[in-house]
């Protein structure tokens, strides 16, 4: 990986003075006006707004996807945006896995493919990910359904397999985005439970919701509204 600019900092994340701006015609959106906030290693935090708050767009440039107009994004003291888009790829695929909110699997693929996914690039031979699959696909309570399609899977088993797809590598950082948004109480509670666990287990997760009652889970909150945040 070519050199960035590294910082002697004690934070997993370090977001300082970050903004992101869209253009719509003539019009200016302040996506996030200024946020300044660190996370630790280890840490469960709940990343709780409203529907255009900007807490997706937040999740986004922490996951290396989404450049910020200004500002910067360390993590583990490395400055994200120095990197080119194939290091911040390579490092995506080594530090980091990625819940979305809308599950994003893919139809015509077994539950077993689709944890793979995030194998493709690694260079581990099949055997081994296919071990690396299943073992992940019983963590998470699925062991039985392995060689089913996503659309024969409640929306509770789908969010599962969306983690174990997101872990498969074992990621020292877990995003996820609003991860219970499509789940009645129950499966929600069910799902908050498995992310508190694998917390425990030692990885960093963050998390954006809308919903209070997922926050309860996290080891603290940061609240965003209208582009700002407050810890």
Request: proline share 3%; charged share 25%; glycine share 8%.
């Given at each position: 990986?070519?050199?960035?600019?590294?910082?002697?900092?004690?934070?997993?994340?370090?977001?300082?003075?970050?903004?992101?701006?869209?253009?719509?015609?003539?019009?200016?959106?302040?996506?996030?006006?200024?946020?300044?906030?660190?996370?630790?290693?280890?840490?469960?935090?709940?990343?709780?707004?409203?529907?255009?708050?900007?807490?997706?767009?937040?999740?986004?440039?922490?996951?290396?996807?989404?450049?910020?107009?200004?500002?910067?994004?360390?993590?583990?003291?490395?400055?994200?945006?120095?990197?080119?888009?194939?290091?911040?790829?390579?490092?995506?695929?080594?530090?980091?896995?990625?819940?979305f909110q809308s599950?994003?699997?893919?139809?015509?693929?077994?539950?077993?493919?689709?944890?793979?996914?995030?194998?493709?690039?690694?260079?581990?031979?099949?055997?081994?990910?296919?071990?690396?699959?299943?073992?992940?696909?019983?963590?998470?309570?699925?062991?039985?359904?392995?060689?089913?399609?996503?659309?024969?899977?409640?929306?509770?088993?789908q969010e599962r397999?969306?983690?174990?797809?997101?872990?498969?590598?074992?990621?020292?950082?877990?995003?996820?985005?609003?991860?219970?948004?499509?789940?009645?109480?129950?499966?929600?509670?069910?799902?908050?439970?498995?992310?508190?666990?694998?917390?425990?287990?030692?990885?960093?997760?963050?998390?954006?919701?809308?919903?209070?009652?997922?926050?309860?889970?996290?080891?603290?909150?940061?609240?965003?509204?209208?582009?700002?945040?407050?810890?």
């Amino acid at each position: 990986m070519a050199s960035a600019t590294v910082e002697n900092v004690n934070h997993l994340f370090e977001v300082r003075d970050l903004g992101k701006d869209y253009r719509s015609g003539d019009t200016v959106v302040h996506a996030i006006r200024n946020m300044d906030f660190h996370i630790d290693d280890g840490e469960f935090v709940g990343i709780m707004g409203q529907s255009g708050s900007g807490k997706s767009t937040l999740l986004s440039i922490m996951g290396g996807l989404n450049h910020p107009s200004r500002g910067r994004m360390l993590v583990d003291a490395l400055d994200l945006y120095q990197l080119s888009s194939e290091q911040r790829a390579d490092f995506r695929s080594e530090y980091i896995g990625i819940i979305f909110q809308s599950f994003q699997l893919i139809t015509y693929l077994t539950v077993l493919e689709n944890i793979k996914m995030p194998m493709a690039i690694t260079g581990i031979r099949a055997g081994k990910q296919d071990e690396m699959a299943m073992s992940v696909l019983e963590k998470v309570g699925l062991g039985d359904k392995a060689d089913r399609l996503p659309d024969q899977l409640s929306g509770g088993e789908q969010e599962r397999v969306a983690i174990a797809r997101a872990i498969v590598n074992n990621p020292p950082i877990l995003l996820a985005d609003e991860p219970t948004g499509n789940l009645d109480s129950a499966t929600s509670d069910e799902i908050m439970r498995l992310l508190q666990q694998l917390n425990r287990e030692g990885q960093t997760i963050i998390m954006v919701t809308h919903n209070p009652d997922s926050c309860r889970y996290s080891s603290r909150t940061i609240e965003v509204k209208d582009g700002n945040c407050y810890l």
